[in-house]
């Protein structure tokens, strides 16, 4: 609709220009009323006061016809003329203004929209439009306050629900926020918040729930011990419920009470077993005091009197077995046993006398002890209080349960026993005061760190109530209270930080880089830690970088194909290679260097095939002569025929063939003595292990008998010998030639030539390691800096000439080769030794040894290894021939890339 609206006001624009124009002519008609040049000068000036420009230029069109070349008028035309133009500029102004203003519009930038409409009234500034649009832009900033408001309430009312746990009523009101601003973030995170508080809360309640059934099914068979377990979980999980602490303060004492009884039955189960009848039957009655109305104490203590009155029917031996057992324990001393049991044995025998006097002696041990128990049983009393003082509540009731223990009739130690009931239950009532109260601040400090401002203030205020006297709480409570006071401050650095953000966003959408990337740092002034600047600088910084190595790529790119093209039209076939391979890595996705690859090596494998060809077929020819020259007519006669079938159009080997055919006519008549005669000749090098000589001259026989054996087996273990030391050669041939090739793209140069020397004299007949001594010679003849020996040169036997030239600029020196040409003129190997410095200083120097035999040789040697050269301003070299006579055509310092 915005554009729609736009494009009519300019459509209006264009049209009230063409109008205007038109009445131009109309209005000069009007202006030539004006009878005198000074008449038509005041109404120009008139129309001009007044902007009616077009006017005012008619005018003064007028009075430049009554007086012709006046500089006044001319002046006052120009000036009218640089008006219109202006007003021409500042309406276009004006509607890129409006353009840019209607698009932050639509993207919904409405503080950006209105301030480039403000803009466009500064132009024009009662203009219908802008001042319409600036309106509807109120009007929706209005309305957005108006939601964030009620958002606002929405939100803070969901965070004091959630407070008091009251989930679904604040789900409900952060739901309602979510549908004002279903954009934000922060309501989908408040409902996954409260939903979560929720369900850990109703799981609590669950398993309190699940505790409590559990306590409610021990209670129905009176085990208070587990049913206390089960109850105090539940209070763990539950703090707070009164009914649940009433509970477990009413069940306590009675687990207490069935804790000592269940200790009673247990010792009397052990003496049960242990057949001590009369003190198991002691144990059962202490329990059954503990606890009247359990059945179990009652059974044993039947079943213990049944089993003494069974022991009566053997009387004398059960009598002996008492006695010997009382005594035992006499001697141990358990008093309790040993007096149960003898008074079993007296039970069984009541007239004998010696149960009676250990039964004394133990009752007067007993008083003793029991004196004894009385001394101690008030230092327990005293040590009980003492611990009872120091709230150390658990030990004092160790100490109270001992003395009940002593004197179960004695009132102090239960009402000691109860008050620290009492006293254990206000510590973890106080324990789970401080748990509540440390959660609330862990809590609120938690939700101040991701300024959850509500939540924070709400859990600093209860933890505030739990405990008033605390500063901490208020301490951090009037922190937010301060943050909250400072939010108007805040929320215009968020407005003016989120226009910054978006305008830098449009611009970068734009692809208004440099644009953008000040839009974002202005953000990031405004907000220095805030990590979306930084990541949109850094992305626009990569798009730039981007940007700028693109361009050295195209740059790079284009200069490999140029190179290229150059070096294909002059059929530098392999340099050729190397620049589209370049620039085919440059640009992956080019076909054109692809294709220029691929026709290249199309190129290159024709001509190595023409190449193989023409070797084979000098190879073949020269073979087919020296069979000749050795008379092995026959041999020679296939290799003529097989050179003959590689190049059908040389007139050579077809005049050879019919030179063959016609001596082996007149050798027909000759043919068993000439056999017997190669076949010597063929054993004789085979022994003497010439196995190729002799591999000719079997052939030669075979040629002449072709139906005999013998040649046939030697030609076959012959070239079984000579390929197994071809295969030597060609794996040594091809070790030295990748160790050459490694130097070579190493830039090595002098160690590839030597390298590749040793390769050819391996296997002589391959070409490839002289044709690279060849390619490397001229790369360091081409790449010439200076020839500091340009003529031929003699140098005497022992004789040392120096040569000066300027040094060699230090950029370029770490890569320098010499390159020498000399001719051995006495034929004789020996050293030529080479030395270099500056001046009068001697800094280095390299050696080489010129080959047996007269004639042309050319050394290349890496100088720039040599750190005195690169690093030394050497002016001279000097060379020394030892023992022999050189001629030296030439020394030039080259460099590689």
């Known amino acids: 609709m915005y554009r729609s609206q736009n494009r009519a006001l300019k459509i209006y624009f264009i049209i009230s220009v063409i109008l205007s124009l038109s009445l131009f002519d109309a209005k000069q008609i009007c202006a030539q009323t004006a009878k005198t040049y000074e008449e038509a000068i005041q109404k120009g000036n008139s129309e001009l006061k007044k902007h009616r420009l077009l006017d005012a230029k008619a005018y003064f069109l007028l009075a430049l016809q009554l007086k012709p070349g006046d500089k006044t008028v001319q002046n006052l035309i120009e000036e009218t003329i640089k008006q219109i133009q202006k007003q021409d500029d500042r309406q276009a102004g004006y509607y890129n203004l409006i353009d840019q203003a209607d698009d932050y519009l639509e993207k919904g930038a409405l503080d950006l929209a209105k301030l480039t409409y403000q803009k466009a009234l500064e132009i024009a500034p009662n203009d219908a439009y802008s001042l319409g649009k600036i309106n509807e832009i109120d009007t929706k900033l209005a309305a957005e306050q108006q939601k964030q408001t009620l958002f606002q309430s929405k939100m803070n009312k969901g965070t004091q629900l959630l407070g ?139 079943r213990i009197n049944a089993t003494l009155q069974s022991q009566k029917s053997n009387l004398n031996e059960n009598y002996l077995t008492a006695i010997h057992q009382a005594d035992s324990l006499f001697r141990i001393p358990e008093l309790d046993n040993a007096k149960a049991e003898y008074n079993l044995a007296l039970t069984l025998k009541p007239n004998e006398t010696y149960p009676k006097e250990q039964l004394k002696r133990i009752d007067l041990m007993m008083k003793k002890e029991l004196a004894d128990q009385e001394a101690n049983y008030k230092q327990i009393l005293l040590k009980g209080d003492s611990l009872f003082d120091k709230k150390q509540y658990l030990a004092s009731r160790d100490m109270f349960s001992k003395a009940q223990a002593l004197k179960p009739d004695d009132t102090y130690p239960q009402k000691k026993l109860k008050e620290i009931t009492q006293a254990l239950l206000k510590q973890v009532t106080q324990e789970k005061s401080e748990a509540q109260y440390q959660e609330l601040i862990t809590s609120g400090n938690q939700f101040f760190e991701s300024q959850n401002w509500d939540l924070s203030l709400q859990k600093f205020e209860m933890a505030s109530q739990l405990k008033p006297g605390e500063d901490y709480p208020k301490n951090k409570i009037a922190s937010i209270h301060k943050i909250l006071s400072d939010s108007v401050k805040q929320r215009q650095i968020n407005e003016q930080f989120a226009q910054q953000m978006q305008q830098g966003n449009l611009l970068k959408d734009g692809k208004q880089w440099t644009d953008a990337k000040k839009a974002f740092e202005k953000a990031l002034t405004l907000k220095p830690n805030a990590s979306e600047p930084q990541q949109a600088i850094a992305e626009v910084d990569s798009i730039l970088q981007q940007i700028e190595d693109q361009k050295k790529i195209n740059l790079a790119y284009s200069t490999a194909i140029t190179k290229g093209d150059s070096l294909l039209a002059r059929k530098s076939y392999q340099s050729a290679l190397e620049a589209f391979k370049k620039a085919s890595d440059l640009k992956p996705l080019e076909t054109d260097p692809k294709q220029k690859i691929e026709l290249i090596n199309q190129t290159l494998g024709a001509i190595e095939q023409q190449k193989e060809v023409d070797e084979k077929y000098t190879v073949t020819v020269k073979q087919a002569d020296s069979l000749m020259n050795q008379k092995s007519y026959e041999l020679a006669l296939k290799e003529y025929q097989s050179a003959s079938g590689l190049k059908q159009n040389e007139n050579y080997p077809k005049e050879k063939i019919k030179e063959v055919n016609t001596i082996l006519l007149q050798m027909e008549k000759e043919k068993e003595q000439r056999y017997q005669k190669v076949l010597s000749s063929a054993n004789e090098f085979f022994q003497s292990k010439d196995y190729q000589e002799a591999l000719q001259q079997y052939k030669t026989a075979l040629s002449i008998k072709p139906d005999e054996t013998y040649p046939r087996q030697q030609i076959q273990q012959c070239q079984q010998v000579l390929a197994a030391t071809l295969q030597k050669r060609k794996n040594q041939y091809d070790q030295e030639i990748v160790l050459a090739d490694k130097f070579y793209h190493e830039k090595a140069f002098d160690q590839a030539i030597e390298i590749y020397k040793i390769a050819n004299h391996i296997l002589p007949e391959k070409p490839y390691p002289m044709e690279m001594v060849k390619k490397i010679t001229k790369y360091i003849s081409d790449n010439a800096i200076e020839d500091i020996v340009k003529q031929k040169t003699l140098i005497q036997s022992n004789e040392t000439r120096q040569f000066t030239f300027k040094p060699i600029p230090v950029t370029e020196r770490q890569s320098n080769y010499v390159l020498v040409r000399a001719s051995n003129i006495s034929g004789n190997s020996f050293n030529v030794i080479f030395t270099f410095g500056e001046g009068k200083s001697k800094n280095g120097g390299f050696v080489v040894r010129v080959p047996q035999g007269k004639g042309n040789h050319e050394f290349i040697i890496r100088i720039g290894s040599q750190y005195k050269w690169f690093s030394e301003d050497n002016n001279w070299i000097s060379v020394f021939a030892e023992n022999n006579p050189l001629e030296v055509s030439l020394i030039r310092i080259s460099k590689s890339e």
């Open 164 to 302: 008091l746990q009251e989930f679904d009523s604040a789900i409900t009101q952060f739901k309602e926020a979510q549908k004002i601003f279903p954009e934000r973030k922060i309501t989908t995170e408040k409902i996954a918040l409260a939903t979560r508080l929720k369900n850990e809360y109703l799981k609590r309640q669950k398993l309190a729930k699940q505790e409590i059934e559990l306590a409610q099914r021990y209670l129905l068979i009176k085990n208070y011990s587990s049913a206390l377990t089960h109850l105090q979980k539940a209070d763990s999980l539950t703090p707070g419920n009164t009914n649940l602490i009433a509970k477990i303060n009413q069940i306590e004492p009675l687990a207490r009470k069935q804790d000592a009884y269940t200790a009673k039955a247990n010792e009397g189960d052990k003496l049960y077993i242990a057949k001590n009848y009369m003190a198991a039957k002691l144990k059962y009655q202490e329990a059954e005091t503990l606890w009247p109305d359990n059945q179990y104490p009652k059974d044993m203590i039947d």
